[in-house]
């Protein structure tokens, strides 16, 4: 419903900003992190939102980029990961790092965010990993053409998957991906770079 909201950044407060609108304040909840990054108060702002609808509670979060919002969005569709867990992981853990850890099902880096226990930190690495091969299978339907020199470069395709976990479509990583020059890059960079391309 809410894509982004703009405005001035009126206060700061514990766990959420008020963002000013045209005299309408928006009680946006973000990370710490996010919120230090947002600027000071009186800035003009623009966030990133999620507009989450229940029964008791209507909440609006915020990100300072629309990979965030991606990460989020994929963290609140695992089972048993709530919008409190998933925005505490923004503040310890960056989009790209967090998709190279499903991808390479790295358990130790997702257990070092708050609330997420070995048991969640594989149930995450499932489920996620599990969309990534099912746009896989889609993609082999429509006899998609993956480049040989991807299939050729592991850490590439590495990337390119982490990239899936984060949303995108794997025709457009390619695009990206092959306008990189990935002499020397480590997998997180690629990615990194990657992300940059997607996002113009």
Same mark, same amino acid.
């Given at each position: 419903?809410?894509?982004?909201?703009?405005?001035?950044?009126?206060?700061?407060?514990?766990?959420?900003?008020?963002?000013?609108?045209?005299?309408?304040?928006?009680?946006?909840?973000? %990370?710490?992190?996010?919120?230090?990054?947002?600027?000071?108060?009186?800035?003009?702002?623009?966030?990133?939102?999620?507009?989450?609808?229940?029964?008791?509670?209507?909440?609006?979060?915020?990100?300072?980029?629309?990979?965030?919002? $991606?990460?989020?969005?994929?963290?609140?569709s695992v089972s048993g990961i709530g919008?409190?867990?998933?925005?505490?992981?923004?503040?310890?853990?960056?989009?790209?790092?967090?998709?190279?850890?499903v991808i390479s099902e790295d358990v130790?880096?997702?257990?070092?965010?708050?609330?997420?226990?070995?048991?969640?930190?594989?149930?995450?690495?499932?489920?996620?990993?599990? *969309?990534?091969?099912?746009?896989?299978?889609?993609?082999?339907?429509?006899? $998609?053409?993956?480049?040989?020199a991807v299939i050729n470069d592991n850490?590439?395709?590495?990337?390119?998957?982490?990239?899936?976990?984060?949303?995108?479509?794997?025709?457009?990583?390619?695009?990206?991906?092959?306008?990189?020059?990935?002499?020397?890059?480590?997998?997180?960079?690629?990615?990194? *770079?990657?992300?940059?391309?997607? %996002?113009?």
């Open positions: 419903m809410l894509a982004y909201i703009r405005g001035t950044l009126e206060s700061k407060m514990k766990g959420y900003v008020v963002i000013d609108v045209g005299g309408l304040g928006y009680k946006v909840y973000m %990370s710490d992190v996010g919120m230090d990054r947002l600027g000071k108060l009186g800035d003009t702002v623009k966030v990133h939102t999620y507009y989450q609808v229940r029964e008791d509670d209507i909440s609006i979060f915020g990100f300072n980029t629309s990979e965030e919002l $991606i990460m989020f969005e994929l963290m609140i919008a409190k867990t998933a925005l505490a992981m923004l503040a310890v853990i960056e989009p790209s790092k967090f998709a190279l850890a130790t880096t997702l257990t070092q965010i708050p609330g997420i226990g070995p048991k969640s930190a594989k149930r995450i690495i499932l489920e996620l990993k599990d *969309k990534v091969k099912k746009e896989e299978q889609i993609a082999q339907a429509q006899n $998609i053409e993956i480049q040989k850490k590439v395709t590495e990337a390119i998957s982490a990239l899936q976990v984060l949303g995108y479509n794997k025709r457009d990583i390619e695009q990206a991906i092959n306008k990189i020059d990935k002499k020397d890059m480590s997998v997180e960079d690629i990615i990194k *770079k990657g992300l940059a391309i997607l %996002s113009l």
